[in-house]
């Protein structure tokens, strides 16, 4: 009996822990998405089934088993969804070894730890306290169930190791649970910081060299285009110098809101340092990437910038240069620096403009 226990102990943990390592950017939860919830279900009633399997027995005649704790995991942490799921398929599984009396008791033992499972989630917020109520309910579901199959002697010793085997079983699983979605949203938490700049929230400059050699997997030797804006401030010292580098940092958060609303979805803003930004613009070519970059330069010179004890809101303008792969001689890892200097001729040109890199002694497309 105890190695059937701890064989059943063993099967949980190994799931709930290879369930965490496919679900560990987004743990179940009430609010997940439909898809997640059917796979949580799917995945909990296959192992609902294989607990049935490897079922613990008591005599020769009597054999209990802890599918009831994967319908339990999925009321507490999942909602209706993933517990119906669970639980039908538990239900299939149980069909498959025997259609007798028993097997009745334990298809109503499965549907009404479902029903208990989805109304308590609804209804008690702790996720100890609806565990708690569930263990309670389904061993007075089981107790009441083996009173009718089992004669006084055995129901009695039967109830009370399942009642034990239960409560040790989901006091186990939930916590694993509750651990490893603590540890999955931290990992994805500084998952998230290392990746992002702390000031205005695009991505940093590690982003932009890890996505930049990313990019250079997937377009080199292709004909998709690509193409990176570089921009910066600018006069932004006079700001810091007028206004100090706290309300500059102002002006650079909002900078980088009016940058996420220029863009397309699908392209890739970054604060590269200071007050220089860059924009990754994926399967855009020359003449998009210019449309673009107006775009981007429009906005920011048509907005009002607020400063702290300022009467009124500031003007700033940006230069921006751009570069686009493929261009004859020109491979992406040279796109920044093309970019770069297209910006610097932005600037020397006057700034408040745009520039589009071209080979030395071809000159510069400018706007």
Known sequence: MLSGFFINITILISFIFLFHRLFYKAPLSSSSSFKQKAAAGAASGLLGVILLVYSIPLDGNTIIDLRVIPIILMAVF?????????????????????????SVAALVFIAASVLAGGVLH?????VWIRSAWLVLLTNIYMAVLLSLLLPFNSWASASAIYSIAT????????????????????FSHYQYQASRDNLTGLYNQRAFQDMLQQAEREYTNSSRPLSLLVLDIDYFKSINDTHGHLEGDAVLKQLSQVLIASIRPDDQAFRIGGEEFGILLYDCDETHALTIA????????QTPFRVANHPSSLSITISIGTATYPAPGQDISAL?????????QAKHLGRNRTCSYRPSGQGQEML
């Open 122 to 126: 609804m209804y008690v917020r702790s």
């Open 167 to 186: 409560l040790i079983g989901t006091l186990i699983a939930v916590y694993m649970f509750l651990h490893l979605t603590r540890v999955s949203r931290m």
């Open 336 to 344: 920044y620096s093309a970019a770069d200097d297209a910006l610097y």
């Open 78 to 102: 999942g909602g209706w969804i993933p517990t119906i799921i669970a639980g039908a398929i538990i239900m299939a599984g149980r069909l498959m070894f025997d259609l007798s009396i028993s």
């Open 294 to 301: 107006e775009r981007v330069r429009s906005d920011v010179a």
